[in-house]
């Protein structure tokens, strides 16, 4: 299943980078996409899995940017 998420307060394409290698390495996601430009998370990933999954991905973006939140 593919999600789309607005993410709010990503100050770099670094940091957005360094978050789409974090999130691409939980358990259950089989691709994602973090634009910088656009302020975009793209997940494709299990659905049943989905919750845990952002859970995850929310950890991982705040160790990046600790000021950047994934809008659902």
């Not at 299943?1 to 978050?19: G, I, S, T």
């Not at 290698?21 to 973090?34: L, M, N, Q, T, W």
């Amino acid at each position: 299943m593919k999600k789309v998420y607005k993410l709010e307060n990503l100050d770099c394409a670094v940091c957005a980078e360094k978050m789409k290698r974090a999130i691409e390495k939980i358990d259950g996601v089989e691709s994602c996409d973090v634009s910088f430009l656009m302020q975009k998370l793209t997940i494709v990933a299990d659905e049943a899995k989905m919750d845990e999954i952002l859970k995850k991905a929310e950890k991982a973006c705040k160790k990046v940017e600790p000021d950047c939140k994934i809008l659902y």
